[in-house]
């Protein structure tokens, strides 16, 4: 069973464009949702994060837009550059289970100079 | 900004034999530590939570008598996996949960354990 889903598997953007990952979940008690950035020989590293009481969150050029009621949430990456290809993961936890991340499988970013 | 260390990065070990894994806070008081493994699928699987004067918390399918885990201070925990044998491959993750914030898990580069 997995409780948390991204699409797609695998991801090829151009240089400047905007990349859009997809993430979505089954447990309505999830109220916490990071993203990580894992590069190949690397742990993953907190991208960026976002609760369940906002529908959007912004980072500069990354950004969440959350929708609780479809359970489904997305990662924009802007102006996508080569250096932001990586696995990124979509995660979740509940309440005051922080430890107990439920990690998507992951999507592989391209992005093409 | 809050940083963990592990080592070694790397690590090879002879079937059945043993190896250790270090966890490093640095700039943050780590009151639990998630230790977590990643599959060379990419996949996570949680292990066990450590938490500082507290009976450590082991996953289903973990157990302390193969990864026993050792959390002295807010700022160090270490981990050993015990026999190692194919299975045990992977990318072992240590995430410390910053002060009583249950919002942030940071994780270190992690230890990548290859078995001969």
């Known amino acids: 069973q997995q409780q948390v889903r991204q699409s797609p598997q695998s991801l090829t953007v151009w240089e400047g464009e905007t990349a859009i990952l997809n993430c979505s979940y089954e447990?309505?008690?999830?109220?916490?949702f990071p993203w990580y950035q894992q590069f190949p020989g690397e742990g993953p590293a907190l991208l960026i994060s976002?609760?369940?009481?906002?529908d959007k969150k912004e980072d500069g050029r990354f950004t969440i837009f959350f929708n609780k009621r479809e359970k489904k949430l997305s990662l924009h990456i802007a102006d996508s550059q080569p250096g932001d290809s990586a696995t990124y993961f979509c995660?979740?936890?509940?309440?005051?289970?922080?430890?107990?991340?439920?990690f998507g499988k992951g999507t592989h970013l391209h992005v093409l100079p | 900004g809050a940083l963990v260390y592990q080592y070694p990065r790397r690590t090879i070990c002879k079937s059945g034999t043993s190896m250790r894994m270090e966890c490093q806070a640095v700039?943050?008081?780590?009151?639990?530590v998630a230790w977590y493994r990643q599959s060379p699928q990419k996949t996570f699987e949680l292990i066990a939570l450590?938490?500082?004067?507290?009976?450590?918390?082991?996953e289903q399918n973990f157990t302390q008598e193969k990864f026993p885990i050792s959390h002295p201070n807010l700022s160090f925990s270490s981990m050993t996996v015990l026999n190692a044998y194919l299975e045990d491959r992977g990318l072992y993750l240590c995430?410390?949960?910053?002060?009583?914030?249950?919002?942030?898990?940071?994780f270190g580069h992690g230890t990548k354990l290859s078995v001969l």
């Open positions: 995660a979740a936890s509940a309440g005051t289970n922080a430890y107990k991340v439920i």
């Open positions: 447990n309505s008690a999830f109220d916490y």
């Open positions: 976002i609760l369940s009481v906002s």
């Open positions: 700039g943050f008081q780590a009151t639990s």
């Open positions: 450590s938490t500082v004067n507290s009976a450590i918390k082991y």
């Open positions: 995430g410390a949960i910053q002060g009583l914030s249950n919002e942030r898990l940071f």
